[in-house]
């Protein structure tokens, strides 16, 4: 059966897909240091085929630098301004209590994989994680599942059911290499088996909370992440590929990861009533510990906003401090969900809530994490040559939710 | 003769060399891109090899992200802050005029080239551009010259005479690969005649203000560069390779620059009065045209500074605006030379003074620059295997004006 190559509109967008098959991935937590070390050791022979036939380069993410926020933000085109997800975790001021945002229903925008499905592509969503199956999948007519729970995947909720023994692979465990693995051994299996045209598949970043970029297992990973690439490019597809976000080292010369309490932090200067929340917060901390580099906090009434803002803006390892009305304008923040103000901290430095909060023992090493400034920005990988008008709109400030404009838009594919 | 393996300590950093031949490199405006890209074209060889046996990983760079701010801070260990080099130009507000920064009267701190050479280290600096070698060789015993006036050396004053015919090299035109070249082929001859043990080598910009990394005149850069830096490894060469700044596209779609006047602007919103100095500014304007992403603005007196800094964070185009006080403590400015509110814009943008300061008519192409945020973040090089208690400090928020500190002391290099 052919491919359908009809054009659809979605948030302003116009996308005239190919008719071969598209495959955007996100490679969560793919710091560029991750593919500069694999591929110093000849490690991702298709990577390289694919930036020197199509482009590699860097790009902007969305803030803040978490999974959730980008993966709305890929999957829509927009800002978390204009989706609403900006975070696992807000607190909702009306009902006076803290919420998952991962649910469909805090999204805010429809989605490209929605809208290709109504123009007639199969449209398959494979994600490492269950918690963003719902977002990704959102009013969508397709097949949407996770790795995470491929075992437990229905024809009616799912669109495929009996995922093992059709794609012919096991469920795997979550904190593995093998959860994102599954996810692009998944990818292709479903166009092989004519079960999917147009893609998107979204890793985690469990490896590189966990290795660095020159440590064995993760170049063993990448390596693997590359022998799929190679797969998905003998079957004909377009490949775009970028990341959620980099990632950092978080941690002291000792190796103890360096967190400042921030909610601790203004109890002890300021007095009771502030509310510090982590919006890295899910219900897989084992990596991370809900340790990122961006929090955002919610002052007690009578408080002076200027004197918090000024103090915490003083404190070391402190980056960034912003007011509602500077983060909806340059961070792009839905101003409903990100309390008074936002914090950002340096390089090397999480935020945390208060030592009650983070169970630091459940980290499996060094803390190594995201959220901040210093993991913005991350790889653009396009597996066709781009058009010349991509090749300038490369040269400007591109947004790694630009990644299916590229991949669909922006490459000579015939 | 035996070369000089005595400690030495300089700013309060202590520097044990190894009784190998030292190179610490600045490879001007190298965004990680350019390496990628020339990598992936297997035109690196040497690089790569120095990569798997030591170390590559990024670091991050002293702000403004400019040539002289970074070269002082790499030559010294220490933030602007310390050595008081803040741009190629300052406002002087006690001789109220605009003063170049070009001369090692306004360097406040020692050396690590000087004190080497006190330890008995044979040292050699080579510039691409005489504006640095002021700087760069102040105090010190040993060879100083730059590529671009290499012919006006002189034994008495340069430490060496007759470059041409003692290094058997021409002098180059400045707007030029050779011009960074030179200096390379400066450093391998210097070394093979025996007449350094200890070099700073220097490079310029003008490759990669003129050409994006997959350019074909980028990429045989870098493979010269890369040729260069096989033949310092041949010679046992202990090589530490950093950048001063990255380097972005600063262009609109329409590929002309994308410019914010900030003195226009604030005189049209706020009056007159305004004085905005833009450090990037320097005798060598071709490649730039004067405008980067980074710029000081001195207030008139009775202006609101709040109601300025409040206004210039909402336009579009603006990242960050910080007073004095918080330009001292995030940004690691020297206070008396830096004016009231720092500006620094987006990875696309530029700021300017008014349209009659800059002639955007000398600009050879599209307009590639840097000074700000984004061209913040640069490689490291090591050509020998980090010990461990600095592959620890690699893990941290290492800098780029560490480069010394990780070559010389940071190394298993026997």
Request: overall charge negative; charged content about 20%.
């Amino acid at each position: 059966m052919s491919i359908s190559t009809r054009s659809f509109t979605v948030n302003g967008k116009t996308y005239t897909p190919p008719a071969s098959p598209v495959v955007v991935i996100c490679l969560d937590g793919s710091a560029d240091e991750y593919l500069d070390a694999t591929m110093a050791h000849d490690r991702m022979p298709n990577l390289k085929k694919m930036t020197l036939a199509g482009y590699r380069g860097m790009v902007r993410g969305a803030l803040p630098s978490f999974t959730n926020v980008n993966n709305s933000s890929i999957v829509t085109g927009v800002t978390p301004a204009v989706h609403g997800i900006c975070g696992n975790f807000f607190y909702d001021t009306n009902r006076k209590e803290e919420v998952m945002m991962n649910s469909s229903e805090y999204l805010r925008a429809e989605t490209i994989l929605a809208a290709a499905a109504n123009a007639g592509r199969k449209v398959a969503v494979v994600t490492a994680k269950e918690k963003l199956r719902d977002i990704l999948s959102h009013k969508m007519t397709g097949i949407a599942f996770s790795a995470e729970k491929a075992n437990q995947a229905q024809e009616a909720t799912h669109g495929i059911g009996n995922v093992e023994t059709t794609l012919n692979l096991k469920t795997p465990a979550i904190y593995s290499a093998d959860a994102s693995l599954f996810v692009l051994r998944a990818g292709v299996a479903l166009i092989e088996q004519g079960l999917g045209d147009f893609l998107y598949l979204s890793l985690t970043d469990y490896m590189q909370h966990t290795y660095a970029p020159e440590d064995e297992p993760s170049l063993a990973f990448y390596e693997a992440i590359d022998h799929e690439l190679g797969r998905l490019l003998a079957l004909g597809a377009v490949i775009g590929a970028t990341a959620d976000h980099g990632m950092n080292a978080k941690q002291k010369a000792d190796g103890s990861p360096n967190v400042l309490f921030i909610e601790t932090m203004l109890t002890e200067q300021f007095g009771n009533g502030f509310r510090v929340i982590c919006p890295i917060t899910d219900p897989y901390v084992k990596h991370h510990g809900a340790l990122g580099s961006y929090v955002a906090v919610h002052l007690p009434e009578g408080v002076d906003e200027t004197a918090v803002s000024d103090w915490l803006q003083g404190q070391p390892g402190i980056t960034e401090v912003h007011n509602k009305a500077r983060a909806v304008h340059l961070l792009e923040q839905p101003e409903d969900r990100i309390g008074d103000l936002i914090v950002l901290s340096a390089r090397d430095v999480v935020v945390g809530r208060t030592p009650a909060h983070h169970d630091l023992s459940a980290l499996d090493s060094g803390l190594r994490s995201h959220g901040g400034r210093y993991e913005e920005m991350v790889p653009l990988l396009i597996s066709h040559p781009l058009t010349a008008a991509y090749r300038s709109k490369a040269l400007g400030d591109p947004r790694n939710f630009d990644v299916f404009d590229f991949t669909v838009n922006g490459t000579h594919h015939n």
